[in-house]
């Protein structure tokens, strides 16, 4: 059993990405999932990874799609807005069966949303994305620990099934903070 560290869910689900062999991370700053992209930024060039902040959403999706493609373990995170901007780039990432995890901190309501906890993203996750007739798996934690678990878990289900995974959390679980182990 590993030692038990008190961090903010944002910050445990960067670090587990790097437990789990996570390379490469490409994202864009949006609320409430900046800690994560940040914590990347900090970590892991320290551990010999790349951290790249895209110029935009759309970007950073086709980034982690040419990571994979590569055969990277690479990841990505945003928000409800930012995702929607990502699903024609997740679409393809599908179709062309590839590995990544890709992070959605869940904002409520429409249009830019809140930072207010919600599951407003549910349907759009696991119905259907975008075009291209593709499914993804979707785990959704309920506490920073179970966060840790199912992102290091993640990238190995998308190894195996050779498809984007996505940690699907919300704005609590991303600010709070709780005794996790890794």
Known sequence: MGKKVLM???EAIAEAAIQA???YFFGY?????NELPAYMARKLPKEDGVFLQAESEVAASNMIYGAAGAGARVMTSS???GISLKAEGISYIAGAELPTVIVNI???GPGLGGIQ???????????GMAHGDFKLV???PSSVQEAVDLTMEAFDIADRYRNPVMIMGDGIIGQ???PVEF
Not at 29 to 33: A, H, L, N, V
Not at 117 to 127: G, H, L, M
Request: positive net charge; hydrophobic residues 30%; charged residues 20%.
């Open 8 to 10: 903010k869910g944002n």
């Open 106 to 108: 869940v904002r409520g």
């Open 29 to 33: 700053p949006i609320t409430p999932q």
């Open 79 to 81: 928000s409800s807005p």
């Open 117 to 127: 906890p919600a599951q407003s993203d549910y349907f759009q996750a696991t119905k």
């Open 176 to 178: 709070m903070m709780e």
């Open 138 to 140: 979707v785990l959704a």
């Open 21 to 23: 062999g996570c390379k």
